[in-house]
């Protein structure tokens, strides 16, 4: 669930959920205190709401017992037994009973003294008192007073009086004041604390734990995720932190890799021009000291410094196009080739040098006539001579023999460049393409060359959209292929 959907939904129990627990709380605990303390059939919210009122119905039922009995026997009211049980059910209501035969007080149902108040009551048949209501006397005490009138068989004129102290209801009131607003605080306290452990749970430990997160990349602990609790946006974001985490992982891992593979690369590097370097200084000190003492030592002395001179070379030549390669900052040129042409004079280049080391080449060619592919065509060289470069160093044989074959597929074309070297390991394999690797590196580092030029041929082959990859034999021979995008319409822009 979105995070502006869980606010909007918050809102309503935050207002709603407090506002109906405090009006139960309410009830239940006004109902509870009435029905405790006073006896009568009262409801308690309106005992909280309108205490008067309440009060005034206190006393409805006891009225009516002696308004029914004023009807049917009014010298009842001259008997002090039953008088006494009335006044003991109106105790319970905070009221007591009065009879007044004429104008004497014949029964007083309290034993305080409120005669201030018994002179402002109503006299025999006032015609404003009635069963369903009261007379309010604010002075000198508050008293609601109800009054029922009566004759007695002897004729004389009496009335009874139900006399209600507001005085002794107000504390009791007051008490459930105290409790409602009690409870009240409770439940506001509650709600809060419900809420909290929502607000808690939803939104301060996702952002808490995304933050323990950042504490740990700072550290410099990467391997770690961070919990996502919840799909909403804050999980949304945890995910995309953790992706971040991930990648930043990968970055430093291939950061610390590439950096060793560069100290490896600049240390063999630098094993590989010391040698030629020994050599050429050897030969020179030679020269000085008068070793080369024929015209013909000259010219071997003079023929060695010049190899090892192009050794090096070749080297640093290397070094700087990977170093360009891997920067990418050499420019293709794409342009369209007819492949067989193109191979038929690579291969004139390479068979001159090839035959001065007694290793055959042979070109085949499956493609139908004037296929065309998109390639850089100084690049592509590239690839060839690293490839066949590996192939003439590496061959062992008498009778060395390297085969370049073309065939034609759908999209791409596919060139193969057997030989008949001593193989690669198939532990090795995997890895031939990789910066700076050497199967068996001791016995290859006498071989020389960087270790760059399958690596240099991949990326090429990579930048052309194609792929490239070696099945071997060991002791029988190698063979890379590598695709060539065919030309088509579309990539004519020319």
Partial sequence: MKIVNKVKLLFLPAIILPLFLMMISTVIISNFYVSTTVNGNVNGLSYVANPTK?????????????????????????????????????????SYLIIREENDIVYRGTKEDHKEVEQYLPKYGSDYMHSNGGL??????????????????????????????????????????????????GILIFSSSLISAFMYTEFIRPIRLLKEGTDRIKEGNLDVDVEVINQDEIGELCDSFNEMRRKLKESIEYR?????ENR???????????????AIKGYVEGIMDGVADSPEKMERYIKTIYNKANDMNVLINE????????????????????????????VEELSVDMEEKGIVLTYINYCKPHTLVVADAEQIKRVINNIVINAMKYNDKEKGCVNIRLKEEEEVVQVEIEDNGEGISENDLPYIFNRLYRADASRNSSKGGS???????KKVIDEHGGKIWATSRPGSGTTIYFTVRKYKEDFNHE
């Fill in 451 to 457: 270790g760059l030029g399958l690596s240099i041929a």
């Fill in 136 to 185: 309010f006397i604010s002075k000198p005490e508050n008293f609601m007073i109800k009054q029922g009138d009566f004759k007695t068989s002897d004729g004389k004129r009496g009335s009874f009086f139900i006399m209600s102290c507001l005085e002794k209801i107000a504390p009791n009131f007051k008490n459930i004041i105290i409790q409602v607003l009690l409870a009240i605080i």
């Fill in 319 to 346: 070094l700087s196009v990977y170093s360009k390669i891997d920067c990418n900052v050499i420019p293709y040129n794409f342009t369209k080739i007819d492949i067989d042409a193109y191979f038929a004079d690579c």
């Fill in 54 to 94: 309440a009060v005034d119905k206190l006393t409805d039922e006891v009225f009516q017992k002696l308004e029914n009995v004023v009807k049917t026997d009014p010298d009842k009211l001259r008997d002090e037994s039953y008088l006494n049980s009335i006044n003991k059910e109106l105790k319970g209501r905070f």
């Fill in 256 to 260: 610390l890799h590439y950096e060793e």
């Fill in 264 to 278: 490896e690369l600049i240390s063999n590097i630098s094993h590989d021009l010391k040698t030629p370097i020994t």
